[in-house]
């Protein structure tokens, strides 16, 4: 029995896609928060939660969008065809962040203001551009022979408009919780405020997108009701909810002075995780939804080989630096005295 070069290929994308929404996520999140933070000390402590390890998160971004171009080069052509608008401006949003996060250190305090602008604004950018390039993906795309057919603004629909602010909801719970984790005092006490907020909010988004996506499209509805798939989806929205009650909980308890450490955080990235299966559910096999499976649009067998070879030396790498980094800085973080 042979290996399965397009199924092995396929997960190690789907790996790097989660893995950048994941650590990218409560980063992106923290400048999400941004404009509801007084401008301050307090600013300077949520960035330096992720000063040491911010710049290698993208490293998974470019894993995911290398694997696609490697393995299945007739899917990379379509997705970036279709979705050039907002992955342009996605990179844009990153891009200004970026240089923000490293300029607003070194403003002096007049200028501070314009680069904390800057940084908020590149994370709401990114994280909408994302959650618009999600939704567009979810709507499926023209595709004839070997090439995508539809319009520059196809992509662009109420439903990926509403993904897009999903994911900002999402990921502003995201970095919530990270900062509940990494801080102490009336800052952490702030952010746990934000996050029982941000949750019914987030559950609000989930039971809507989750409405509208059987309604409009026939084929996912048909897999979400249709024997045995239904087993594999029934459990989401029964752990969505009991995630959410459970995150609330420990929440409330650390409103009361019972300080949480690291349970709301993991909590929130089940949640996403959960997210994720349920998209991984209600499209697969399809690469180039609503009718092109990964098999379908996979490269010759020896170019996959080949790849594969470097991405098997590569990401133990990646994970071993970016865990040793996550251990290193370990610990709260306490104004400009660093971590503890």
Not at 29 to 39: N, S, T
Not at 131 to 153: C, R, W
Request: proline share 7%.
């Amino acid at each position: 029995m042979g290996i399965d070069l397009p199924l092995i290929w396929v997960l190690i994308i789907a790996f790097g896609l989660m893995m950048y929404v994941v650590m990218d996520g409560f980063d992106l999140g923290i400048g999400i928060l941004f404009p509801f933070v007084p401008p301050g000390g307090d600013r300077d402590v949520m960035v330096n939660t992720v000063a040491p390890v911010w710049d290698g998160n993208e490293t998974w971004l470019v894993l995911g969008g290398a694997g696609l171009l490697a393995a299945f080069p007739f899917a990379y052509s379509v997705l970036l065809s279709a979705l050039f608008i907002p992955i342009v401006l996605m990179l844009l949003g990153l891009i200004l962040r970026g240089v923000a996060f490293e300029f607003r250190f070194k403003a002096d305090e007049g200028h501070r203001p314009f680069w904390d602008f800057a940084f908020a604004g590149g994370s709401y950018m990114a994280a909408f551009f994302q959650g618009s390039a999600l939704g567009a993906f979810v709507n499926g795309f023209t595709v004839t022979g070997p090439s995508y057919e539809g319009g520059a603004l196809d992509w662009l629909s109420p439903f990926s408009v509403f993904t897009g602010i999903g994911v900002i909801v999402c990921y502003a719970l995201l970095g919530s919780t990270w900062l509940t984790m990494k801080t102490v005092g009336a800052l952490q006490g702030r952010m746990i405020a934000y996050a029982r907020r941000i949750v019914p909010v987030l559950l609000f988004g989930i039971a809507v997108v989750s409405l509208w996506t059987p309604l409009a499209h026939g084929a996912i509805a048909s897999r979400w009701f249709s024997m045995p798939d239904i087993f594999w989806f029934a459990p989401v929205p029964v752990l969505v909810v009991a995630t959410s009650v459970q995150l609330m909980r420990l929440l409330t308890g650390g409103s009361e002075g019972k300080i949480p450490h690291a349970g709301p955080f993991m909590l929130a990235l089940f949640l996403l995780f959960l997210g994720y299966s349920g998209l991984a559910i209600s499209l697969w096999p399809n690469i180039i939804p609503p009718g092109v499976s990964f098999r379908d649009a996979a490269a010759p067998p020896q170019s996959q080989g080949f790849a594969l070879v470097g991405a098997l030396l590569i990401i133990p790498i990646i994970l071993a630096y970016t865990g040793w980094a996550y251990y290193v800085f370990r610990g709260k973080v306490t104004g400009r005295e660093g971590y503890h």
